[in-house]
């Protein structure tokens, strides 16, 4: 008896966990990395005001500004900030409602 052949491969088992594959992972990777970015520069934008954010989260975000440069042989110089004195309330208590 001939042997038989088949016009395909043998299909062989992907791993997966509970139906999700590596290559299913893969697809996902980028959109769900930028969808967290942005919804991380959201929650950043909108919890801002509040002071205990401020105290925990922004006051440990050092920014350091892009030198400027007018010429070669000039160049002011780079000091690292705080992102959090951008949100310091100057606003007198007087002028406060609450």
């Given at each position: 008896?001939?042997?038989?052949?088949?016009?395909?491969?043998?299909?062989?088992?992907?791993?997966?966990?509970?139906?999700?594959?590596?290559?299913?992972?893969?697809?996902?990777?980028?959109?769900?990395?930028?969808?967290?970015?942005?919804?991380?520069?959201?929650?950043?934008?909108?919890?801002?005001?509040?002071?205990l954010?401020?105290?925990?989260?922004?006051?440990?975000?050092?920014?350091?500004?892009?030198?400027?440069?007018?010429?070669?042989?000039?160049?002011?110089?780079?000091?690292?900030?705080?992102?959090?004195?951008?949100f310091?309330?100057?606003?007198?208590?007087?002028?406060?409602?609450?």
């Amino acid at each position: 008896m001939a042997a038989h052949r088949f016009s395909v491969a043998p299909v062989k088992p992907q791993p997966n966990l509970l139906g999700f594959t590596p290559a299913r992972a893969a697809r996902w990777g980028l959109p769900l990395a930028l969808w967290g970015v942005g919804l991380a520069g959201a929650g950043a934008l909108f919890l801002s005001p509040i002071p205990l954010f401020q105290h925990d989260v922004l006051d440990k975000i050092p920014v350091r500004p892009v030198p400027i440069v007018a010429h070669p042989s000039v160049v002011f110089p780079v000091c690292s900030v705080q992102i959090s004195t951008y949100f310091k309330d100057t606003t007198p208590d007087s002028d406060k409602p609450f």
